[in-house]
């Protein structure tokens, strides 16, 4: 039993680090060159931000998988959330291709609106069936928000960025 759900823990923790993890190439490389050249907001915080905050939200993210996983994979309402769950980690990914890979705040925008809206929708799912995982949801939810006001601004500062490629 023990043995079981360290597995799900891991499984759960380290498959979310995997998604940041792979969208990282993405992001490194447009910082220095293409991202530099953006006018980005006073509230913009300092690039080396970005990577322990996100490293803490994923896994927060899997510890909250985690307890809705542990609560049975079974039943329908888990179905549910979890389809919420990876739906809006799938955007979560995306963003960063749409954003830093290709190079369009507008794309990344519309992807970012859609994400913060799964990952609303994911709290509640979660909420029925674990609190603790719904709230452990809480600080993404409030970053997304943040960086989804960040992508605003940095749109609205670069005209160049409502163009799609």
Not at 33 to 39: G, K
């Amino acid at each position: 039993m023990v043995v079981k759900k360290l597995s799900k823990f891991l499984i759960s923790t380290i498959g979310c680090e995997l998604v940041g993890i792979a969208a990282t190439p993405f992001t490194v490389s447009a910082i220095p060159t293409w991202y530099q050249t953006l006018q980005k907001p006073s509230f913009s915080p300092p690039n080396w931000v970005f990577g322990p905050a996100w490293t803490i939200l994923y896994f927060l993210m899997g510890v909250a998988v985690y307890l809705v996983w542990i609560k049975g994979l079974e039943k329908k309402a888990f179905k549910k959330a979890l389809s919420f769950f990876i739906a809006q980690l799938v955007f979560n990914f995306f963003w960063s291709i749409l954003f830093f890979g290709l190079h369009s705040p507008i794309l990344g925008l519309i992807d970012i609106l859609i994400l913060w809206t799964l990952i609303l929708i994911t709290i509640i799912k979660f909420y029925k069936i674990s609190k603790t995982a719904s709230y452990l949801l809480i600080p993404y939810i409030l970053w997304v928000t943040f960086a989804t006001i960040l992508n605003l601004s940095i749109v609205l500062l670069n005209p160049q960025a409502f163009s799609i490629p």
